[in-house]
């Protein structure tokens, strides 16, 4: 019998890790290229695009944040962005940065309080990167 809460160890590497990092951290100029290279970073960052919760991670949404963003994906990751809403300018920026870009819809039914809500995620990565 295995004790309640106990994990048997493996000796395969974790195959999902979570970090917490502000949307404004990164590469930028003079900095190092990233240690870490991610296979699908999904990252939920803000209300939306055009409601950051903090004006610090505006620049994320821009075209040189998802640049930045690009820098930290493993070849053939896909960088995934939940939102609470739709954002054709979002979606526009991540166009003129990756290859491939997918927005779709994602549909939540709220057992608490009865109502359906959709939610967004957008998926991008490069092909053949």
Not at 63 to 82: N, S, T
Not at 86 to 98: E, K, Q, T, Y
């Amino acid at each position: 019998m295995r004790a309640r809460g106990r994990r048997q160890r493996s000796s395969q590497p974790p195959r999902v890790s979570c970090l917490r990092r502000s949307a404004s951290q990164g590469r930028g100029p003079g900095r190092a290229e990233p240690a870490t290279r991610l296979g699908r970073p999904d990252l939920d960052v803000d209300h939306t695009p055009e409601l950051p919760l903090a004006s610090a991670n505006a620049s994320f949404y821009t075209e040189a944040g998802l640049e930045r963003a690009r820098c930290h994906l493993a070849p053939g990751g896909v960088l995934a962005v939940w939102s609470y809403a739709d954002s054709m300018p979002f979606a526009a920026a991540l166009r003129r940065v990756f290859a491939d870009v997918r927005v779709e819809p994602i549909v939540v039914f709220n057992d608490l309080n009865g109502v359906e809500t959709t939610d967004w995620r957008f998926l991008a990565r490069d092909v053949g990167r």
